[in-house]
C-alpha cells in the first residue's frame, strides 16, 4: 500500500504569514480610510481589492471607503451631451449635470455593495459576511464663485458626522462614502473624493489614510521615496502642479499628517496584492507620509538587547565581530546606538570610550538584506556627531575584514602602538585585527 506524500509548505509564504502577526496585532480594531477613484473601480484589479479589503475587515480593522467617480461622469455626460468642464481640476457642475453625476456615484456605490456581498465558497469573500453602509454622513456647502469662476454646484466638505460614523463602525459595518455631499437646505453638491477622504480622516482622528493610484511609484530625479515627512512633500511639490494625481494625493497627505493623522498611504491600485504588502510587510510597497520618520537612527536602550543579539550573532559565528554576551551587551547598552525599522533593529553600532578624547567605533553590523543602502555611513555619522558632543576628536577601530570600507569613510590605518594606553592593554594580536584612526 503506497501513502502519497505530503503537500509541501513554501517556506517563503510560512516565514511571511509569521511575520506578519505584529501588524495584524497592531491593525486590529485601528480605523482606515481608504480612497480611491472611479479609475480603479474599472480595472481588472478591482474585485481582488475588494478580496483584500474584505481581509482587512475580517482581521478587525475598522473600514471606512471613499470612491471617486470621475470618468464615469465623463461618460454620462458625454451621453446626454453636457458639457461640464473642470478648472484647476475641479469639476464646473452645471445644475442640469447632477442627475448623471448622482447615477454615477450611485452606480458605483451599488457596486462596491455588491462585490462586497459576495460569498461564493470558491473565492477569498466565503463566509466573510459583510454589511457595508453609506448615508448622508458629509454635508456640504457651495464651493462658490472662485477667481471669477462659478463652480454652480460643486462643493466642499463642510463637516463629517462622526457619530453616526463610529457608531456604524463599532457594529461590524463597513461604511461607504461616495463623492455627495448634502447641505442643510436638502440640495446635493459634487465634492472631490480626495476632499472627502482627507476630512474624514481628520474628523475619525483614523489612523491611516490609504489613497489607491494608478502609478506604483513616486520618484524625484530617479530615486524612489519610500518615506517621507510633511516637510520633504512640501519641497518635492514646489514648482509642481497640483492637478497630478500623485501631487494632489501627496498634498492632502501633507494636510492630513498635519491635523493628525499619523501615517498616510499612497499606494497602486494596479499591483495585485499592495495594499496587504504595504500594510503587512516591513519593506511595503508604496509611499509613506508619516511625522515620524519610518526608520531612525537613535541610542540604545534596555528593550532592545534580545534585537541586537538577533542581530550580531550570525556576524559572531562567522568571527566578523568578537563574540558578547548578554550580560556584557546589557552593561554597555548605553554605548550602542541603533537603526530602527518599524519595530526591527536593522543596524547597530558601539562607540566605547577610552580616554578623555578618544574612542572606540566598536560592533558595527547591518542586517544583511539592508546592506545596500547608506545606512553603515549613517550609523557612523550619528556616531561621530556622539563622540564631539562629548568632546572626543579622535576616533579609533579594530577590524579583520571591512578596512576598505573604513578607509572610505574617512578613517586611516595607523599601528596598534597608536593605541591610547587603556586600549593597547587590551589588544588581541591572536585576531591580528588592523587599527584604524579618524581625527574628528
Not at 473642470?86 to 464646473?92: A, G, N, Q, S
Not at 574612542?359 to 549613517?378: F, K, L, N, Q, T
Request: proline share 4%; net charge negative.
Amino acid at each position: 500500500m503506497t501513502t502519497s506524500a505530503m503537500p509541501q509548505i513554501n517556506p517563503e509564504y510560512v516565514h511571511w504569514f509569521r511575520n506578519s502577526a505584529p501588524y495584524i496585532n497592531t491593525h486590529r480594531g485601528k480605523t482606515f480610510v481608504i480612497m480611491f477613484g472611479g479609475e480603479a473601480v474599472k480595472h481588472p484589479n478591482f474585485s481582488t481589492l475588494i478580496h483584500d479589503f474584505a481581509l482587512l475587515h475580517s482581521l478587525g480593522i475598522k473600514l471606512v471607503l471613499v470612491h471617486g467617480a470621475r470618468p464615469q461622469i465623463e461618460t454620462n455626460l458625454k451621453e446626454v451631451n453636457i458639457t461640464s468642464p473642470l478648472h484647476k481640476d475641479i469639476r464646473l457642475t452645471p445644475r442640469e449635470a447632477m442627475p448623471s453625476i448622482l447615477q454615477a456615484v450611485g452606480a458605483i456605490r451599488l457596486q462596491i455593495e455588491a462585490q462586497l456581498s459576495m460569498g461564493l465558497a470558491n473565492s477569498p469573500m466565503y463566509g466573510s459576511r459583510i454589511d457595508a453602509v453609506s448615508g448622508n454622513f458629509v454635508t456640504a456647502r457651495p464651493y462658490g464663485i472662485r477667481d471669477g469662476v462659478d463652480y454652480q454646484m460643486t462643493g466642499e466638505v463642510r463637516s463629517i458626522d462622526v457619530d453616526a460614523i463610529k457608531n456604524n463602525l463599532l457594529h461590524n459595518h463597513i461604511v461607504i462614502l461616495g463623492s455627495m455631499g448634502y447641505s442643510a437646505t436638502g440640495e446635493v453638491f459634487n465634492l472631490l473624493a480626495e476632499d472627502v477622504a482627507l476630512s474624514a480622516a481628520v474628523a475619525l482622528n483614523a489612523d491611516k489614510l490609504i489613497f489607491l493610484g494608478e502609478e506604483a511609484d513616486i520618484e524625484d530625479n530617479g530615486r524612489p521615496l519610500h518615506e517621507m515627512i510633511p516637510n520633504e512633500v512640501d519641497r518635492f511639490l514646489r514648482e509642481r502642479e497640483i492637478t497630478h494625481e500623485i501631487n494632489y494625493f501627496l498634498h492632502c497627505a501633507s494636510d492630513a499628517c498635519r491635523q493628525g493623522v499619523h501615517r498616510t498611504h499612497i499606494i497602486s491600485y494596479a499591483k495585485d496584492g499592495a495594499l496587504l504588502e504595504e500594510l503587512f510587510t516591513r519593506d511595503g510597497s508604496g509611499t509613506l507620509i508619516s511625522h515620524d520618520p519610518y526608520e531612525e537612527i537613535r541610542r540604545a536602550n534596555i528593550d532592545d538587547v534580545v534585537g541586537l543579539i538577533e542581530l550580531l550573532t550570525p556576524l559572531e559565528e562567522q568571527g566578523i565581530l568578537v563574540a558578547r554576551s548578554r550580560e556584557r551587551i546589557e552593561q554597555e547598552i548605553d554605548n550602542y546606538s541603533v537603526i530602527e525599522r518599524d519595530g526591527m533593529i536593522l543596524g547597530c553600532a558601539a562607540l566605547n570610550p577610552i580616554d578623555e578624547s578618544s574612542a572606540e567605533v566598536a560592533c558595527v553590523a547591518i542586517h544583511p538584506d539592508y546592506r545596500s543602502g547608506s545606512r553603515g555611513a549613517d550609523l557612523l555619522a550619528f556616531l561621530e556627531q556622539q563622540a564631539r558632543s562629548h568632546g572626543v576628536h579622535k576616533l579609533f577601530v579594530l577590524t579583520t575584514r571591512t578596512a576598505h570600507w573604513f578607509v572610505e569613510q574617512g578613517f586611516a590605518e595607523v599601528d596598534s602602538s597608536d593605541l591610547p594606553e587603556a586600549r593597547r592593554e587590551q589588544y588581541n594580536n591572536g585576531r591580528n585585527s588592523k587599527v584604524f584612526q579618524k581625527i574628528l
